[in-house]
């Protein structure tokens, strides 16, 4: 959840009776390892979904302009980037 410190809130618990009432007393940012392997792992692993990500709209588009089939998985292949459908 988000909310800012003494910030309260209220949600259903696991029946129609139940409620349960919180209150914010503090918000702190754990600190970060810019430099970690998990770090890296994460950033790696955003920037192939971005790449993903792009060649699938860049297809998507070419497609609607020319009015064919683009094969996915050679397209996929040229760049580098993985065929999200087939993995």
Avoid at 40 to 50: F, H, I, V
Avoid at 70 to 86: F, P, R, S
Wanted: charged letters at 25%; a negative charge; glycine letters at 10%.
């Amino acid at each position: 959840f988000r909310g800012t410190k003494d910030a309260a809130g209220q949600g259903q618990g696991a029946t129609g009776a139940e409620w349960i009432v919180y209150r914010v007393t503090d918000v702190t940012a754990p600190p970060v390892d810019m430099a970690s392997v998990e770090v890296k792992k994460l950033k790696e692993t955003l920037l192939r979904g971005q790449t993903d990500e792009q060649v699938a709209q860049y297809v998507t588009r070419i497609e609607s302009q020319i009015g064919t089939k683009i094969n996915e998985d050679a397209v996929a292949l040229a760049t580098g980037a993985t065929n999200n459908a087939n993995n």
